[in-house]
């Protein structure tokens, strides 16, 4: 079974408007971490946000935050006042506390915003 | 500022020949990774090394070959045997051991191999 599962290839989101991206994980351990990532088509990938599996307050920084609904085992990124600077791809990731050593990633959503 | 240097950006060869991508970081992180990605698609782990002169293969070795005899470097060797080698290729560090340490990205290396 996959690790995170992103199900939106791609996306259009009008500028301004807020944007939600899905990310769904699948885990046997109680702590984890799960890490979105932005990749611009110049390729360098931007760590956004992270949410650890025990905190209770969704994550937020700046104008992305982590709807994090743990039951569900999803970890949806929204990007608020989308941007046109937002248009990128988006990786959700994550880290298990049985394997320190892996990052899994998913296959990404990639971002378009219309002026 | 601390980050992680690749270098070079572009790079191109001709098949049957061995390349070295280097990857230097001064973030003083202990783990190493190195990470493929095809077009449109997302990363797979190549090789990782949580210590100096100590790594392991991720889930597509093949072909590839890595050593890690300073801290700060960690260069990915592309060998002849890789049947497919042209990719974008991404060197990253993280701090072992704490699960909220993200992974810090190179701008990465786009090898060409005709």
């Known amino acids: 079974a996959q690790k995170i599962t992103q199900t939106q290839p791609g996306m259009f989101v009008q500028e301004k408007e807020a944007v939600t991206l899905d990310c769904t994980y699948d885990?046997?351990?109680?702590?984890?971490?799960l890490f979105w990532y932005k990749q611009p088509s110049s390729g360098e990938m931007i760590f956004l946000i992270y949410?650890?599996?025990?905190?209770?307050q969704n994550a937020t920084e700046g104008r992305y935050s982590l709807n994090f609904q743990k039951a569900r085992k999803s970890a949806n990124l929204v990007i608020s006042a989308s941007q046109l600077g937002d248009s990128a791809m988006y990786f959700c990731a994550m880290r298990e506390w049985g394997n320190f050593n892996k990052f899994y990633f998913g296959s990404g959503t990639k971002l378009n915003v219309k002026p | 500022d601390g980050g992680i240097t690749q270098s070079p950006k572009y790079l191109f060869r001709k098949e049957g020949q061995n390349v070295t991508l280097s990857c230097e970081q001064n973030l003083n992180h202990d783990a190493m990774y190195w990470y493929r990605q095809d077009p449109g698609q997302g990363l797979r782990l190549i090789y990782y090394?949580?210590?100096?002169?100590?790594?392991q293969k991720g889930d597509i070795a093949e072909g590839y070959s890595v050593s890690r005899e300073k801290k700060e470097s960690f260069p990915l060797t592309v060998t002849s045997a890789q049947k497919n080698p042209t990719a974008f290729y991404l060197c990253?560090?993280?701090?072992?051991?704490?699960?909220?340490?993200?992974?810090?990205f190179g701008n990465g290396t786009r090898l060409t191999v005709t």
């Open positions: 090394s949580q210590i100096v002169n100590d790594f």
């Open positions: 885990t046997s351990d109680q702590s984890y971490g």
């Open positions: 949410q650890g599996s025990y905190d209770e």
């Open positions: 990253a560090s993280s701090i072992p051991g704490l699960i909220n340490s993200p992974l810090h």
